[in-house]
């Protein structure tokens, strides 16, 4: 039995999961970040999608599931679906680059990761997905995050180019302690 706020509420999980990979991207209220630049490594779609990839995930299954047959009208206003991809398409084709700094590292123009919170970082190389040199090796880069009195201080994963590895692993040898 279908009440009237079930499509609404539907769409806004929709909207709120393009809200979210959108503010990951692009963060227009953003304060300036502190420290002197060290680095721009600006990521190719590969990456992109990997930063993005579980509210991508996400986001794509429940349209599936909410557009099978039966259900069409049933989880969604209108027109959700459509736009719904559309706008996943279009947030994974905005341009995305970690920034380091003296300070830390940041997504864009987002909130700074500070150097203080990470004890350690493991590089592991990748390898140009299918064996096909144009699409490029990925680097997966864990931060692990720095015990704290009342737990342990969250940890990243950075997607970084295969070209750029070098370049951001000396970075890392000098900023995390």
């Excluded at 979210?20 to 600006?42: I, Q």
């Excluded at 970690?98 to 970082?121: E, H, L, Q």
């Excluded at 864990?142 to 990243?156: E, Q, S």
Aim: with cysteine.
């Amino acid at each position: 039995m279908q009440t009237d706020w079930q499509p609404l509420i539907g769409s806004s999980f929709v909207s709120f999961l393009l809200s979210f990979m959108l503010m990951k991207a692009w963060l227009p209220f953003a304060p300036k970040r502190p420290g002197e630049l060290l680095l721009e490594v600006r990521l190719t779609w590969m990456q992109r999608l990997m930063v993005h990839r579980t509210q991508g995930i996400i986001l794509l299954l429940y349209i599936v599931l909410g557009s099978l047959p039966g259900t069409e009208d049933q989880w969604f206003l209108p027109g959700t679906q459509p736009a719904g991809v559309a706008a996943l398409a279009a947030i994974l084709m905005l341009p995305l680059r970690y920034v380091f700094t003296t300070n830390g590292v940041a997504i864009n123009n987002g909130t700074t990761w500070g150097w203080k919170s990470f004890r350690r970082y493991d590089i592991r190389q990748g390898k140009a997905p299918l064996g096909r040199t144009e699409f490029g090796a990925t680097s997966t880069i864990n931060l692990v995050g720095r015990p704290l009195a009342k737990g342990t201080a969250p940890g990243r994963t950075l997607y970084v180019p295969g070209t750029s590895t070098t370049d951001v692993a000396r970075i890392l040898r000098k900023c995390v302690r």
